[in-house]
Each structure stands twice: as structure tokens, then as C-alpha cells.
């Protein structure tokens, strides 16, 4: 098997911390959740190597399904949105905890075997002896922690005078605001900058994994959900709900900072009420355009409808603890 097959199967890591039933279900601290040895498996990997002679880039999304499986996608030609794009190559495998190893199976059946090392998932050989090392690589978005310029409107800097910018707004964790929240402010034409972060659920499926929702004006809704390593619909994180799916899945690895940045121009209507030009928007999910220009034909469900009028930023609540930071707001 050559190198590139044994990467993409990313396989059977023995790991150097005891592993135990899990009772917790969910963790929404970071160093909480790193005191599990599925959580630290769980993450982005990146590795170039020789095929035909070229140096290709490949990267592994672990997704961590439970304490004892997961599932790893391996990118051709390196990470989403750093290399890889819609459509490119990928190869999937799924892998199963028992005791201290947790062996992979690729879909035609390969396996192989590895260990965490300090650098990330080093791969060993019949003898136990590390021969590769595919190392862990931790992104941040291109836009975490963009100071709001002259003018903006700061709805959310931690403090306790911004929670009242909020219908029940609420700081949680000590300078975070709990979903399920709205601006008292509307807005019309405006751009925005937002920061996410999803709670850690590995046992939760689907729209049961980290589910918000970004609501442009209350009528939009940019999905806010852990779509880590899933293909990127348009009810997953960065789509818009019913309406567009991302130009690539975006979505960092559970507990990560992320952020939203969108340049938004309101539907038009004329003096009788009818919409004469439908709303657009561009937005970046973590510094990566996903939508550009995008037409939105209609508003989403789960809020307001379309109107001739400003609306507000609503965070929705969908019972998992999603919170935010560092929104504000810079009117066109």
C-alpha cells in the first residue's frame, strides 16, 4: 500500500491517555472536553505527500461520533477552503475505540495502525515504530477578533451594558451571549461581523449538534450548527436554510471560534408595497467567501417575513448551548 493510500485511511490510533465510559454527553468548555481522549482525536490533520512524482497536500476532518467511533474524510489537495473545493477528491473511513486502539477501515476495506504523538497521529509499522507523523493543525479564522471600526454599532463587546442591545440577552460564561436572543436595534443596508462557537456533542446528530441560526434582518437564516467535516447543505452551518448550500463547508472543529462577516443589501419595493428587487448578500465563514452576491428570493422560515421595513438580528434558540461574541454592526 503506498503512502497516500495509508493517509487516507488515517487509521488505528493507540492512544497515551486512559480512555472510560463516558457519561457526559456534551461539553462546552475546551478544557473540559480536552480531558477526553476522543475529543483530542477528533480535529483537522494535514500532510503533503508524494503521488506521480508531485507533492500533493491531503487533509483529514475527524468527526467524532461518540467516545468509541468516528468517521475521518481525508481532502485531496488539503483542507477545505485551503486547497480543497466542492467536488475535489475525498476518501472517507470509520473507526471503532476498543480498549486503548481505535482501528480504521477505509471504504475498500484497508486498514492500518498509528499512535498520537505530540505533534498529532504518527503512523507505525509491524515493529510499533512510528514511520510517518500526519501533524494536527489548529485554523483560525482570518477575521476572529476584528475590531469594529468608527461608527459601527457594537451590539455585544462582553460587557453587561451590551447584553441590554438584546431582547433576553444574556451572558453566560462570563462575558458570552446566550442564544436565543434579539436586537432591540433594526437594521436596513449593513454589513456585520459575528463570532460562534458550538458546544461539543459527539453523541448528538445532525440538526441535534450545536443548532443556531444567524437571522439577517429576522429574515434570513444563515445556519449556525457543528457541520464539522459533513458536506456543506443548506441546513448546515453556512448554508442558508432553503435557499442556498456554502460554496464550501467552512465549519471548524466543535469548540472553535468562528465567524461570520456578510455585506447585506435589503429588498426594494415601490411606492405600493410590491418588491421590486430582492434582497443580496456575500458572506465569509471564517474569512472564506461562501456566498457572493447571492440572490435571496424569499425570507426563511422560523422568524419574521419580507417587509419594506428595517429588521433585527435574531440568534436563534434551538435548546443547544450556542454562544456568541464580539457583534457589531456597520450601517450602509
Known amino acids: 500500500m503506498n503512502r497516500l493510500n495509508i493517509l487516507s485511511i488515517l487509521m488505528a490510533v493507540v492512544i497515551t491517555v486512559p480512555v472510560t465510559a463516558q457519561d457526559k454527553k456534551e461539553w462546552i468548555k475546551p478544557e473540559e472536553a480536552a480531558k477526553t481522549a476522543h475529543y483530542k482525536i477528533q480535529g483537522e490533520y494535514l500532510v503533503e505527500v508524494e503521488q506521480d512524482g508531485q507533492q500533493v497536500k491531503v487533509g483529514f476532518q475527524v468527526i467524532a461520533l461518540s467516545d468509541t467511533t468516528f468517521k475521518s474524510t481525508a481532502f485531496i489537495g488539503g483542507l477545505p477552503g485551503a486547497g480543497w473545493e466542492r467536488g475535489a477528491e475525498t476518501r472517507t473511513s470509520e473507526g471503532k475505540l476498543e480498549g486503548d486502539i481505535i482501528s480504521w477501515t477505509s471504504e475498500d476495506g484497508n486498514v492500518a495502525r498509528s499512535k498520537l504523538v505530540e505533534a498529532g497521529i504518527g503512523l507505525i509499522n509491524d515493529d510499533g515504530e512510528v514511520t510517518d507523523t500526519i501533524p494536527k493543525v489548529h485554523r483560525k479564522s482570518k477575521t476572529l477578533g476584528a475590531k469594529p471600526p468608527e461608527g459601527a454599532v457594537v451590539l455585544f463587546d462582553g460587557s453587561a451594558e451590551s447584553v441590554k442591545n438584546f431582547e433576553r440577552g444574556e451572558a453566560v460564561l462570563g462575558k458570552l451571549l446566550r442564544h436565543d436572543c434579539e436586537s432591540k436595534q433594526k437594521f436596513g443596508d449593513h454589513k ?68 461570520y462577516d456578510y455585506d447585506f443589501t435589503a429588498a426594494k419595493y415601490d411606492a405600493d408595497g410590491k418588491k421590486v428587487k430582492n434582497a443580496r448578500v456575500t458572506i465569509k465563514h471564517n474569512g472564506v467567501v461562501i456566498h457572493d452576491d447571492l440572490e435571496l428570493p424569499n425570507h426563511t422560515p422560523g422568524k419574521h417575513p419580507e417587509a419594506d421595513s428595517p429588521g433585527l438580528l435574531y440568534l436563534q434558540g434551538h435548546g443547544n448551548p450556542v454562544v456568541y461574541r464580539n457583534v457589531w454592526v456597520v450601517e450602509k
Open 192 to 259: 456585520l461581523h459575528l463570532e460562534f462557537r458550538t458546544p461539543y456533542m459527539p453523541f448528538a446528530r445532525g440538526q441535534g449538534r450545536g443548532n443556531s441560526g444567524m437571522y439577517i434582518q429576522g429574515r434570513y437564516e444563515v445556519q449556525v450548527l457543528d457541520s464539522f467535516g459533513l458536506d456543506g447543505k443548506n441546513n448546515e452551518c453556512g448554508g442558508i436554510y432553503s435557499i442556498s448550500e456554502p460554496k464550501v463547508n467552512m465549519c471548524l472543529p466543535p469548540l472553535s471560534w468562528q465567524t
